[in-house]
């Protein structure tokens, strides 16, 4: 792939980021990813998530793509050819109270609403066989089973490695790049890419770097697009 002429550069190299551009380069699309730092690498997000794979407590728009999304974890190891340190070990969320007991029994129901089906309202003594040790205040529990958690540092990677076999080009922004010194921008040459197509921001920076490729639409630079 000539980096220079790009379909798309995806600004940002999170686990965001990275799958994303193993989507598209899978789809044969010519991808660059823009990343200021190595992979997951500290203090980015990436690296000091907690990991959690989670469906329980997911805005209902949310929740189809979450079903869906736990459904692919369970191949993504395989899929990848990469140790994710995946496990399912379900999710639960506790209520110290009578009044917090009554809310989540609320909850689990807007969750079975939303499609969460197998989420369930467990009592004092469920909790504690899940969670063996669990303070005296506890008096119930929302517990998704089919919630779990992933390792974030592996996962990014994989997903970056994985992009990269698909012919996904990794680099960093150059000196003169608004990323790092917040000028804005006036053409994407900055970025070393001459022409792209799109350009997709997954970086805390995105704000800044979306109003300074708003300029650049009249380049038929499609900001912050994949369509």
Known sequence: MNAPNTDIVIVGGGVIGNSIAYHLARRRRQVLVV????VAVSPAASWASAGGVRRQGR???EAMLAIEAIERWRILEQELQADLHYRQGGNLLLAESDTEANQLSEFVHRQQEVGFVDVRLVDRNEALALVPG????VVAGSYSPSDGQADPVL?????ASAAQRFG???????LSSPWMNHR???AAFLFGVEWARHFHFCSSQKEHLSSSFARLQQKSVAVGSLA
């Open 155 to 159: 996962t990014t990677r994989a997903f």
């Open 59 to 61: 805005h209902p728009a």
């Open 134 to 137: 669990l303070n005296e205040r």
């Open 184 to 186: 804005g921008m006036k």
């Open 168 to 174: 996904a080009i990794y680099r960093p922004p150059p």
């Open 35 to 38: 990343e200021r730092s190595g």
